[in-house]
């Protein structure tokens, strides 16, 4: 007896051509979406990567910006000198605060607090201080500053601003200085004759003094960089290894980032209390392999201090 044969089940040559066209299109269209998935991520990490550094940067920025005890003053910087800018007002506005913004530069110089307050001890030869005295002793223990030609004195009981010129800085005796001033005190501080009402004699000064150095932040060869060290005008310092910029960033493409706010269109330099800062930085170093550039663009309005002005500035 003969057993009947069906024919086997089989694909033809076009359904295998059909599938095979079909499997290529979605493993095509899987890499495309991989790919470009990838690429996005990239991207992703790269800016985010950037902006979390341009942020850092700025943080620093912000914190020493904080301290400022006195008004901010522009600057131009070329690598060796420095140039007071004047800021004046223009018509354009800042986006957030609705102020308008001044002609722009590449640096910011402004005066921070870095010793005291201190107790003056007398005039560096005895415990009186007459108003004539251009020098004044002051006891700088619990303190690890140092005084400096450049830096500025302020003492609250007269108001009164002083250059601390040369000579340099002597130290009298344990954590005594003696420093000199570019002007006279112009107030007598301390007397001895005569007696207190507790029947004392009168024989220490009571006033304290603090101390202040100018600073700067500027913007050069794509470097964001902070100058500890500034005395007065003309910059940079007298002696040119106290001017030593600390690098702050790099990869910064903003190149003139600083910039003052007025209230008004017709508003003068006194009106002016807050530095804008517009920082744009990027970076070619952590996504390189697959994306080459993340650029971020910070700005920021600072109050020019959180107490008010103490110095002028100058």
């Not at 269109?265 to 070619?284: I, K, M, P, Q």
Request: proline content about 6%; hydrophobic content about 40%.
């Amino acid at each position: 007896m003969k057993i009947a044969r069906h024919p086997t089940a089989a694909f033809t040559v076009a359904e295998l051509l059909i599938a095979s066209a079909v499997a290529v299109i979605l493993s095509v269209g899987v890499m495309a979406f991989l790919s470009t998935t990838m690429r996005m991520v990239a991207r992703n990490m790269a800016t985010n990567h950037s902006h979390d550094t341009a942020r850092a940067a700025l943080q620093k920025v912000f914190a020493q910006i904080h301290q400022s005890a006195s008004r901010f003053q522009l600057v131009s910087f070329d690598g060796t000198t420095y140039t007071d800018v004047t800021a004046t007002v223009t018509t354009d506005q800042d986006p957030y605060s609705q102020q308008y913004i001044s002609n722009r530069a590449n640096g910011v110089r402004f005066m921070i607090l870095v010793g005291g307050p201190c107790k003056m001890t007398g005039n560096g030869t005895t415990t009186t201080v007459a108003s004539t005295d251009t020098t004044l002793e002051f006891d700088f223990s619990g303190n690890t500053y140092v005084p400096r030609v450049g830096d500025v004195l302020q003492i609250p009981l007269t108001a009164g601003q002083f250059n601390i010129v040369a000579p340099a800085p002597v130290n009298t005796s344990g954590s005594k200085w003696k420093v000199t001033l570019g002007n006279a005190v112009g107030a007598s501080l301390i007397t001895v004759t005569g007696t207190t009402p507790s029947g004392q004699s009168w024989t220490n000064p009571i006033t304290t003094g603090s101390f202040y150095r100018r600073v700067a932040y500027t913007v050069l060869g794509n470097q964001l960089r902070f100058h500890p060290n500034l005395t007065v005008p003309p910059y940079p310092a007298t002696a040119a290894t106290l001017d030593v910029p600390v690098l702050v960033r790099t990869n910064v493409s903003s190149p003139k980032p600083f910039g003052l706010l007025f209230p008004t269109s017709t508003s003068t330099l006194t009106d002016s209390s807050n530095l804008r800062v517009s920082l744009e930085a990027y970076d070619l170093q952590f996504g390189a392999q697959v994306y080459q550039n993340g650029t971020t663009t910070l700005q920021a309005v600072v109050p020019s201090r959180n107490q008010p002005p103490t110095l002028s500035g100058t």
